[in-house]
């Protein structure tokens, strides 16, 4: 098997982050400028203010030094394209892409593409659970059993516990023959039961509630819930009562394999035969409530904001204040610095969730103490000595804007 199963099987995973990157990689010159849309930021230099003194005022001294900080990421990881954006109320903005979207056409990368965006699907199902528990349709201390039959420990793990990654069910993106089935046909079509029967195969990896162990599968039941206590096609359920009310028009949930243009190109290493191959046309249904979705840049700005506080941008709660409450208590994890909620984590205050499937990657979060936005989009999933190209650009770019909340976000221990 290929050595890069590993990440596919974990689905979004965290990386070992570290220090600055500094050395090109052959073929990108040294020094090299933005593909495509140059740094924006508001025009003169915001003054600090008290509302936000975690993020550095977004000047264009400080846009000269983030676009230095992801280009040298971009050369040392070898990422095609990125882009990046991060939003204040009163210390400016910055908007930047470089890089190529698609080798095979030239487009460059640009804010206004379509990315798939992997994990942070999870945000969306579990989102769309607590409305549920919100309206006293469902209850997070409820067992699964009780909504889905033949899960092991059904009668004990909880809705909470499937949400905050606590049910010691196996991941069933670990499982060598569900990455076989996808890697020799990635066009194919799974449907849920048959993503949870490679889980359910292998025995729990330990009792529900004794530890923190990121797992696709838990989403997947999830997903059943929603469908069944809504009445509703997850899609369709996230479309109504998230993505609208939030006006998230260019973010969808996926049928099948159909990625709206334009849209960028992905690349991995995680084949059959391990060599690099496009991704765009896979299937994402393996990923379905865990990992299916499509968004863009500006979408991803809001949803941001949107997940961390529960309230939609007219000012209607998506969440009740005291289910947002709870969604927030992060427990620690085994990752230092790194808690993880109901479908979210917290990573030095910045708030949101990554997202890797092959060949994208995505972070999109939120950091309260400065209502400052970070969004990152890639169009790789290919590690650098083991590290995720996203928590690389991550860490390297809030070293520069809010360096008393670095985000990194370091590799879970190798026993999972």
Not at 239 to 254: D, K, V
Not at 297 to 312: C, I, P, S
Request: glycine residues 10%; charged residues 15%; aromatic residues 8%.
């Amino acid at each position: 098997m290929p050595h890069s199963s590993a990440r596919l099987r974990r689905g979004a995973v965290v990386a070992v982050a570290t220090g600055t990157l500094m050395v090109p990689l052959a073929g990108t010159p040294a020094g090299a400028a933005p593909a495509s849309a140059p740094a924006v930021f508001a025009a003169g230099s915001p003054s600090p203010s008290p509302s936000a003194p975690d993020v550095r005022a977004l000047t264009p001294d400080v846009a000269r030094q983030l676009d230095t900080a992801v280009q040298n990421v971009m050369r040392e990881a070898n990422v095609p394209g990125v882009t990046v954006g991060i939003w204040t109320p009163d210390r400016g903005s910055y908007v930047s892409s470089f890089g190529i979207a698609d080798k095979g056409n030239g487009l460059r990368m640009t804010p206004n593409l379509y990315m798939r965006i992997g994990s942070e699907t999870k945000t969306f199902t579990v989102t769309a659970l607590l409305q549920l528990a919100d309206q006293g349709k469902v209850g997070l201390d409820d067992p699964i059993g009780k909504y889905v039959d033949g899960v092991p420990n059904g009668d004990t793990i909880t809705l909470r516990q499937l949400a905050g990654m606590r049910s010691g069910l196996f991941n069933y993106s670990e499982d060598d023959d569900f990455y076989k089935a996808l890697t020799s046909d990635p066009q194919r079509s799974f449907t849920p039961q048959q993503l949870l029967d490679y889980s359910f195969k292998h025995p729990v990896l330990f009792q529900p509630g004794q530890k923190f162990s990121y797992c696709n599968t838990n989403l997947i039941l999830l997903g059943l819930v929603v469908e069944k206590e809504s009445g509703q096609q997850l899609g369709d359920y996230i479309h109504q009562h998230i993505l609208a009310p939030a006006g998230m028009q260019s973010t969808l949930f996926p049928t099948g394999a159909e990625f709206p243009a334009p849209h960028a190109q992905g690349y991995t290493d995680q084949t059959a035969d391990g060599k690099v191959g496009d991704t765009a046309d896979w299937n994402p249904s393996w990923g379905w409530a865990a990992g299916a979705m499509i968004s863009k840049q500006d979408d991803l700005r809001v949803w941001a904001r949107t997940v961390a506080t529960g309230q939609f941008p007219d000012g209607r709660r998506m969440i009740g204040p005291a289910m947002q409450k709870q969604r927030l208590i992060t427990p620690a994890t085994p990752i230092p610095g790194a808690g993880y909620g109901l479908g979210i984590f917290d990573v030095q205050g910045w708030i949101g969730h990554n997202g890797s499937l092959p060949g994208y990657e995505s972070l999109t979060v939120y950091l309260p103490s400065a209502q400052a936005t970070m969004v990152v989009l890639l169009n790789t999933d290919i590690n650098h000595d083991d590290e995720e190209p996203s928590t690389l650009f991550g860490q390297e770019i809030t070293q520069i804007i809010s360096p008393d909340h670095v985000f990194n976000l370091p590799a879970e221990p190798a026993a999972r």
